[in-house]
């Protein structure tokens, strides 16, 4: 049995939700006012039933809830039609459509609220969003990333906005870049979030071969790296990649150290050292100890990925002398 305190509670939500966003409308009249947040908070409910319950749902409560659900839209821009100058009634409805897949609805309503607030960051940081995710390719055009930049200048606290710009860069192949926006956001990020920033901050540093140059240390580490024959990796396309890897023990699973070679070229002998640090911050001279390891890509991705093969890793005392030798199993 479908638990009905749930869509119950879904509509009580919705209400107060539209009541806080459509208060600044309640100039259009006070019984319009109304009608648009009952029909809003309908909306939501309906919203609720046919995307978070379909299970419990017949075929004619789905089409009742898609109908509420359009009739709360088009209140909305019945409302517009009487105030078409308000960009958060503009920027709301931006939301609804993007919520029901209609994005080249979406980007319209954003591009009209931009229009009229230019210089609000979160109105910016959604109307990018929107505009890429309207793009065949979900792109970040120019224009949008020109309104994250400005979004950033507006607000250079605005979290998304700097995470969205990195994105737009490592579209535009523009690798290093992107890692100097997403490491001026780290300080802002909670621990958790900021580890996981770290990972991605590598990630472009290695593909786009941008790691900082450095003259060698002693804390260098010379690797070899052998495929063995018969192995799981064979099995992966010969244009599949290898990243051979250094982190702290127990770490973030950022990479201290990362080079990033072909397959094809195994068996292979590389030296790490500060110059492989994807971060300036945190570099193999300053450990004492590091876990090295060895992996195959199909994806071309230093984060793990199903079906890539790691070697096993090894744990090695800073300096080092010899050679550090990695066999993929």
Same mark, same amino acid.
């Given at each position: ?42 909306? #939501? ?50 939301r609804s459509q993007l919520a029901l #897949? ?89 621990? #958790? ?24 240390? #002693? ?111």
């Amino acid at each position: 049995m479908v638990n009905l305190w749930l869509p119950a509670f879904a509509a009580f939500a919705a209400a107060v939700m539209a009541l806080m966003v459509l208060w600044p409308l309640r100039g259009s009249g006070r019984k319009g006012f109304i009608a648009l947040t009952i029909a809003l908070g309908v909306a #939501g409910c309906a919203l609720y039933v046919l995307v978070g319950t379909p299970e419990a749902t017949t075929p004619r409560t789905e089409t009742a809830a898609s109908n509420d659900l359009q009739q709360g839209i088009r209140e909305l821009q019945q409302a517009l039609e009487r105030e078409p100058q308000r960009a958060d009634g503009w920027a709301l409805l931006g939301r609804s459509q993007l919520a029901l #897949g209609k994005t080249e609805e979406a980007n319209t309503a954003f591009e009209r609220a931009v229009a009229l607030a230019p210089d609000e960051a979160p109105v910016l940081v959604e109307a990018a969003q929107a505009r890429a995710q309207s793009h065949p390719t979900r792109q970040f055009d120019d224009t949008a990333l020109q309104w994250l930049r400005h979004a950033q200048q507006v607000d250079p606290n605005s979290e998304r906005a700097a995470w969205l710009i990195g994105v737009a860069l490592r579209q535009r192949g523009q690798n290093a870049e992107a890692a100097q926006v997403w490491e001026a956001l780290l300080p802002k990020l909670e621990p #958790g979030a900021a580890a996981a920033l770290r990972e991605q901050i590598a990630i472009a540093r290695s593909v786009g071969g941008d790691a900082p140059a450095a003259a060698s240390s #002693g804390h260098a580490l010379q690797v070899s790296v052998a495929l063995a024959a018969g192995t799981k990796a064979d099995a992966l396309p010969a244009n599949a990649t290898v990243f051979i890897i250094a982190r702290q023990p127990g770490g973030p699973p950022m990479p201290v150290a990362v080079e990033k070679h072909a397959l094809a070229d195994l068996p292979i002998t590389v030296t790490l050292d500060d110059g492989d640090s994807p971060m300036p911050t945190v570099k193999l001279s300053a450990l004492n100890e590091v876990e090295v390891f060895a992996r195959v890509s199909a994806s071309g991705q230093a984060n793990r990925k199903e079906g890539d093969v790691d070697s096993q890793a090894v744990r090695v005392k800073l300096p080092h002398t010899g050679t550090v030798k990695l066999t993929l199993p």
